[in-house]
């Protein structure tokens, strides 16, 4: 089963107006979690890391103040759209890294889809 | 800066075949390398996780091989099926820290 989950899957909200997404960790704790962002046909781009209880660590050209991240418990992290645009439609993923095992397996939700209308 | 490329970026096959999925990158000091799956609109699924000490790892009808020093590594299939019909993405954690840089993925089709 699912070790990481995202919360919704589907949304569609008008434009202008915010959307959450969660992203939890179902059987860890994660002390770190990962926002990516996917177009259609094209690979992942990590957005930001996402640090309980400290600020997220975004990358270049990521807007901090348009993606709003939280992560305010060792399971939780929330991703906020604010004042969403059409062109904030996309594929968002999120990950976390499970350290229990002798891997270290990254484990990724199953994404949420954004649609601005 | 590492950088992760996937050859090809589509593949198709009959049935029953088995297959290659390569995977290269730029920076040799990797910790580890993973191999994921993902289906059209839906997450990653992790398949195999290869050590930076390991030469492959096997799971069911999957087997990946990493080499450091060539800067590859290749995802087995043995005998497709439909089922296995999905893009394929390798990634590398960039050193130091736990971010993945994705290669752009090989989109699989197995037809029946």
């Known amino acids: 089963g699912a070790v990481v989950s995202q919360h919704p899957s589907r949304v569609i909200c008008k434009s202008g107006t915010s959307v959450k997404i969660e992203c939890r960790s179902l059987?860890?704790?994660?002390?770190?979690m990962f926002w990516y962002r996917q177009f259609p046909k094209q690979s992942l781009m990590l957005m930001a890391t996402?640090?309980?209880?400290?600020?997220?660590?975004?990358e270049q050209g990521v807007e901090k103040d348009k993606f709003l991240i939280n992560h305010a418990s060792l399971t939780l992290s929330t991703l906020t759209v604010a004042s969403a645009h059409p062109e904030d439609s996309s594929f968002y993923i999120c990950?976390?890294?499970?350290?229990?095992?002798?891997?270290?397996?990254?484990?990724f939700g199953e994404g949420s889809w954004l649609t601005v209308v | 800066k590492q950088e992760v490329t996937q050859i090809p970026a589509a593949l198709s096959v009959p049935e029953g075949e088995n297959l290659v999925l390569n995977c290269s990158f730029t920076?040799?000091?990797?910790?580890?390398l993973q191999w994921f799956r993902q289906d059209p609109g839906k997450g990653l699924t992790s398949l195999l996780l290869?050590?930076?000490?390991?030469r492959e790892q096997t799971s069911g009808r999957l087997n990946a091989s990493l080499d450091k020093s060539s800067g590859r590594s290749t995802l087995y299939i043995a005998a497709s099926q439909p089922g296995d019909s999905a893009t394929y993405l390798c990634?590398?954690?960039?050193?130091?820290?736990?971010?993945?840089?994705f290669g752009q993925g090989t989109r699989l089709t197995i037809n029946p």
């Open positions: 990950s976390a890294r499970d350290y229990r095992g002798p891997g270290n397996t990254i484990y």
């Open positions: 059987d860890f704790q994660a002390t770190t």
């Open positions: 996402s640090n309980e209880g400290s600020k997220a660590t975004y």
């Open positions: 920076d040799s000091a990797i910790y580890n």
């Open positions: 290869i050590q930076s000490s390991q």
């Open positions: 990634a590398v954690p960039v050193q130091g820290a736990q971010k993945l840089v």
